[in-house]
């Protein structure tokens, strides 16, 4: 039985890593004014920034509203999201 991950927001997964707008851009390795972007639907994140992104929140990439465009982009590609060694990565099919 396949279970339903459950998703959250980015602001909400970011607040619920106890993370402000400055310190999670930094880990993340993105600006502010992207991360505000992102979080109010203003522009969408590649693949790559929402897997910093994700990895800085400590959430599957696939958790976050905000990167499903990024996500179906990658599988619509004839890729799949997976995890190794705790870290997701991008593999083909």
Do not use: H
Not at 26 to 35: C, I, M, P, Y
Request: glycine share 12%; hydrophobic share 40%; with cysteine.
């Amino acid at each position: 039985m396949e279970t339903e991950l459950q998703t959250l927001g980015l602001r909400a997964a970011r607040k619920r890593a106890g993370l402000g707008l400055e310190p999670c851009a930094r880990k993340a390795g993105v600006t502010v004014r992207l991360l505000i972007g992102y979080e109010m639907g203003r522009q969408r994140p590649g693949i790559a920034n929402a897997a910093r992104l994700a990895r800085t929140l400590g959430v599957r990439v696939d958790q976050i509203e905000e990167f499903a465009p990024a996500v179906r982009e990658v599988e619509s590609a004839g890729f799949v999201l997976s995890e190794a060694n705790g870290r997701e990565k991008v593999a083909g099919k």
